[in-house]
């Protein structure tokens, strides 16, 4: 199928990018690299009327790694976080996480905000963004605000973005005395994650695991913090015992989603490999 008519406009900078969405309201969207509308709108589940081209904006480019964070624009590629020396030294996930996105032709065009603001449930950045106790900082018409990963995500293919917002940077800690993981059982077609689980597991100086996050996406409407199995984390060891207790709680209650892929008692006994194996490669 082809996308319904839409007219297309390529602003010069955030404040008209965010004028042309406030102006056109409900009938406009705006587009980074748009390996996420684009497919929704030739499928006719999207029909914006105007589309807002954000990807040439200077202040949604670069990527910034200080001390304690490291903040990411919007528009930055999968393939520039890959391949970014500074984040592989202070935050390994990321270019892990990017590596596994899909093939090389859709990490060179799409982008971090462009995959957080579609919030496709299977996608890789959600998850590993709860997992990070990430903050994403975005700019509308009222002005600028920041939501914690874990507010964020709110349904399927819902965000806590207000109408004519856009996201604008991605803040993501630097923590030391942490190891981290992302494991995803991938779509064979797609590459999306059928169920993929982030992990970050905090050490203190002893080696002694004092606690973590696990994000979870692929498996539910939405990614999501499985904040019960983080409340056993401290003191984890690797034990067995411990670990299944863990497992259990990751998804104890948990609706999963089901499709021709993967029916629910599938998808799920793929969430507690996945966490299994993030788990083992987080710890020393």
């Not at 690299?33 to 030739?42: D, R």
């Not at 859709?106 to 997992?131: E, K, Q």
């Not at 630097?174 to 993929?196: C, D, I, L, M, Q």
Request: glycine content about 10%; aromatic content about 6%.
């Amino acid at each position: 199928m082809t996308p319904s008519a839409f007219d297309f406009v390529r602003p010069k900078t955030l404040a008209d990018a965010v004028a042309a969405l406030s102006r056109h309201g409900d009938a406009a969207k705006p587009m980074a690299g748009g390996h996420s509308l684009l497919p929704m709108m030739k499928l006719r589940m999207a029909a914006p009327e105007v589309l807002v081209d954000i990807n040439e904006l200077p202040e949604l480019h670069g990527v910034t790694v200080g001390a304690d964070t490291a903040v990411i624009g919007a528009a930055t590629t999968h393939s520039t976080l890959e391949h970014h020396a500074g984040l592989a030294a202070a935050v390994p996930m990321i270019p892990r996480v990017a590596h596994q996105i899909a093939d090389a032709t859709v990490r060179n065009r799409g982008t971090i905000g462009g995959s957080l603001a579609h919030a496709d449930p299977s996608a890789d950045w959600p998850g590993a963004m709860l997992a990070l106790d990430a903050v994403i900082h975005v700019t509308g018409a009222s002005g600028t605000r920041a939501i914690a990963a874990g507010d964020f995500f709110t349904g399927l293919f819902e965000t806590a973005l207000q109408p004519g917002e856009v996201i604008t940077t991605v803040h993501v800690p630097v923590a030391a005395g942490t190891r981290a993981s992302y494991r995803k059982f991938r779509h064979p077609a797609s590459g999306y994650a059928v169920a993929g689980v982030a992990v970050v597991l905090r050490f203190d100086r002893g080696g002694a695991c004092t606690g973590g996050r696990i994000g979870v996406n692929g498996v539910a409407g939405h990614a999501f913090r499985a904040s019960r199995a983080e409340a056993l984390l401290a003191g984890y060891k690797g034990e067995e015992p411990h670990t299944a207790r863990v497992l259990d709680a990751a998804f104890n209650g948990v609706t999963p989603l089901e499709d021709r892929f993967a029916d629910a008692e599938y998808r799920l006994q793929l969430a507690r490999t996945m966490l299994r194996r993030a788990l083992a490669e987080a710890m020393p």
